[in-house]
C-alpha cells in the first residue's frame, strides 16, 4: 500500500504479529535468533517495506547486499560478509537484521533486552518507468459475512493501457475473524509489470450473512453457491392448469444416423414443437432438413413462430444451452406458402463435418394438414421431393427416443408457503415422462427426461424470494425464461461451465413480483431430472439488515 516518505517495521524475535507503520500485520515466518543473530525472513520483510528485490543466477540482490543463498554467503557493496549472517530455515532465506539495516541505509533501534526491534528505513523510490498498481476497500474492519467493496485505480506513468491485473488473496466476503492482506500487480500494454500493491483488512465480530446467505443477496443469475441442505428441502407438488396444447414432433433415434435417410415423419395440423438432435456419422458432410409438404387441396401457410438451434458443434454441451437461448430471443414470424403437394424445407441446418452435431428446437403453425419429414441427407443430394421418395425410412437406434408426444406445453401452477421448497422436473415419478407414439414403427414411446417439452410454471406468493436450479442428474447446462412484472430476461445456466452437483445450486433470479413466470424446457445433451429451489431472501434478523449496492 502506499506508505508515508519512511516505513517503519517493528518485530519480536519468534513472534508472528508485527506492525507496520503502526499498522498489525501477521508474518508468515517469524524472526529468529540464529547463533547469536536475530535474522529475519528476507522476501516477506522486503515486501513489507515496499523494497526491491530481485534474484539471478542464483543471486538474490536488495539495496547494496547481495546473497548466495545455497553458500549462506553475503557482500556488502561488494564486501564479503562474515559467516553467520545468512541462513536458510524450512525453505525461507533469513538474513541477519543489522545487515539488512545497512543495506537499505536504514535505522535500528531495539528495546533494553534486545528482542523488540524496529526498522526505519526511506521507502524505494522505485522504477519510474514501472506502472503502478492501486485499490481501495470501502472500509479496514469487516464483520464476517460482510461484503467487501474493492475500488481500483491503477495508472501508468506514460498512459499506457493496463491490460492485466493479479490479485492475492482476494476475496467479495470473508467469513471467518482474521486479518487478511491482499494484492494486486498490474501489467501494461508494453508487458511491464507493477511492484505488488497490498491492503490489510480486519476481520472480527458478529456475522452478517452466512455463505448461504450471503449468496442469496449477491450472487448474480447463472452463478453457482454451495447448499448442502439443497436435498432435504421439501418437495412442492405443483398444481396443472389444463388448457390449449399442441403435440411435439420429437427425432433422436438413430441419434448419429451412418447414411442418408428419412429420420422421423408425422402430419400436423395447427401449431405444433419440433425438437431435432443428431450428430452426422454419414463419413462425409451431410445436412439435417425438416421438410414441410403440403397435403391439402388447396396452399398452405406454414409458418415459423420461434427457431432455436445449434449447429454445427462437436461439442455437446454447447448443443441444448445455445439452443435454448437463440428460441427464447427468437421472433419468428417466417412463412412458406406452399402449393398443393408442393414441398420445402422449413428447416435446413448448416453443414455437418463427420462428427458433428445439430439441435434444432422450432415451433409452427401450419394452416392446413402438412406432412414433415426429418432427414439426414449427405451434401451433394439435393432434398427434392423425388429424393426424399427414394430415402429409405432408419430403424431406431434402441438408446434414444424419437415419436409424437401429445403435449408440448405443460403449464403448472405453484403456490409458495414454507420456505425452502424445491419443484422436481425431469425425474419420471414426481414428474412423469411424456407418453406418445413413433408414427413410422407404430411402437409407443416415453420420453425420459421430457426434452423439448416446455415446462409453463406460473409462482405466487414469490415476493422477496430468490429461485435456483439444482442438477440431480450430472451435467447440465441450458437456459430458462423469466418474466418477472414488466421484465422478461433469458438466463443463461450456468454463466460459465456446467452445473455438475446437487449441492450447488445455479441461482435463476430474486423475485420483485408475487407472481414469476418461468418457463423452462429440458435442454438437449444434459443430464435430468434438476429441481427448482426457491428460497426466503426477505431481509430479517440475523442477515440481510446490510446491503452494499455499490460494485465499481
Do not use: C
Not at 39 to 64: C, F, H, K, N, S
Not at 198 to 227: C, H, M, N, W
Amino acid at each position: 500500500m502506499a506508505s508515508v516518505g519512511s516505513v517503519q517495521l517493528t518485530l519480536s524475535s519468534d513472534q508472528q504479529t508485527a506492525f507496520l507503520n503502526g499498522q498489525n500485520v501477521t508474518l508468515q515466518a517469524a524472526p529468529r535468533n540464529i547463533q547469536g543473530r536475530i535474522m529475519v525472513p528476507l522476501r516477506e520483510v522486503a515486501a513489507l517495506m515496499g523494497q526491491a528485490l530481485t534474484t539471478a543466477d542464483g543471486v538474490t540482490q536488495i539495496g547494496r547486499l547481495r546473497i548466495d543463498a545455497s553458500r549462506g554467503s553475503a557482500t556488502l557493496n561488494g564486501q564479503p560478509q562474515p559467516d553467520g549472517n545468512v541462513a536458510t530455515v524450512a525453505g525461507t532465506l533469513y538474513v541477519s537484521v543489522r545487515l539488512l539495516v545497512d543495506a537499505l541505509n536504514g535505522n535500528l533501534s531495539t528495546d533494553p533486552a534486545g528482542r523488540v526491534l524496529t526498522i526505519t528505513t526511506l521507502r524505494s523510490g522505485g522504477n519510474p518507468l514501472l506502472p503502478q498498481a492501486r485499490f481501495s476497500t470501502d472500509k479496514l474492519v469487516y464483520a464476517p459475512g460482510e461484503r467487501v467493496v474493492y475500488t481500483e485505480y491503477p495508472f501508468d506513468p506514460d498512459g499506457a493501457d493496463i491490460t492485466a491485473r493479479r490479485w492475492t488473496n482476494r476475496q467479495d466476503v470473508f467469513f471467518q475473524p482474521g486479518t487478511y492482506t491482499i494484492g494486486m500487480q498490474v501489467t501494461n500494454a508494453r508487458g511491464t509489470k507493477s511492484p505488488p500493491f497490498t491492503r490489510t483488512i480486519t476481520v472480527q465480530g458478529t456475522p452478517i450473512d452466512t455463505p448461504l446467505t450471503y449468496a442469496l443477496k449477491y450472487s448474480e443469475p447463472g452463478d453457482s453457491f454451495d447448499d448442502p441442505q439443497v436435498l432435504g428441502y421439501p418437495a412442492v407438488t405443483a398444481q396443472t392448469v389444463y388448457g390449449e396444447s399442441f403435440p411435439l414432433l420429437f427425432s433422436d433415434s438413430p441419434e448419429a444416423p451412418d447414411r442418408s435417410g428419412v429420420l422421423y415423419q408425422d402430419t400436423v395440423v395447427g401449431r405444433a414443437r419440433l425438437l431435432a438432435y443428431h450428430l452426422n456419422n454419414l463419413g462425409r458432410p451431410a445436412r439435417l432438413y425438416v421438410m414441410a409438404r403440403n397435403l391439402e387441396a388447396r396452399p398452405v401457410e406454414v409458418r415459423t413462430e420461434r427457431l432455436g438451434e445449434t449447429a454445427p458443434t462437436r461439442i455437446e454441451g454447447q448443443l441444448g444451452q445455445v439452443t435454448l437461448l437463440e428460441y427464447f430471443a427468437s421472433s419468428g414470424n417466417q412463412t412458406l406458402t406452399l402449393a398443393p403437394g408442393q414441398s420445402a424445407a422449413a428447416y435446413a441446418s448448416p453443414t455437418l463435418s463427420q462428427g458433428s452435431g445439430v439441435n434444432v428446437l422450432q415451433d409452427l403453425s401450419a394452416s392446413g394438414r402438412v406432412e414433415l419429414t426429418f432427414m439426414m441427407l449427405e451434401d451433394n443430394l439435393p432434398p427434392t421431393q423425388q429424393v426424399v421418395q427414394q430415402l429409405p425410412y432408419l430403424a431406431p437406434d434402441g438408446r434414444h427416443q424419437r415419436g409424437t408426444f401429445p403435449n408440448a406445453v405443460r403449464k403448472l401452477r405453484v403456490n409458495l408457503a414454507s420456505l425452502p421448497a424445491r419443484i422436481v422436473i425431469g425425474d419420471g415419478a414426481v414428474d412423469p415422462a411424456a407418453v406418445g407414439l413413433d408414427r413410422l414403427t407404430g411402437q409407443p414411446q416415453r420420453l425420459a427426461g421430457n426434452y423439448g417439452v416446455l415446462y409453463d410454471l406460473e409462482v405466487n406468493g414469490a415476493l422477496n424470494t430468490a429461485v435456483a436450479l439444482s442438477p440431480r442428474g450430472g451435467l447440465y447446462r441450458g437456459a430458462m425464461n423469466i418474466e418477472d412484472g414488466p421484465l422478461t430476461q433469458a438466463i443463461k445456466l450456468p454463466r460459465t461451465g456446467n452445473a455438475l452437483q446437487p449441492n450447488q445450486p445455479v441461482l435463476l433470479w430474486r423475485s420483485l413480483s408475487d407472481r414469476l413466470n418461468i418457463d423452462f424446457i429440458p435442454a438437449s445433451g444434459s443430464n435430468l431430472p434438476v429441481s427448482l429451489v426457491f428460497y426466503r431472501t426477505r431481509p430479517n434478523a440475523g442477515y440481510g439488515g446490510l446491503f452494499k449496492t455499490y460494485q465499481p
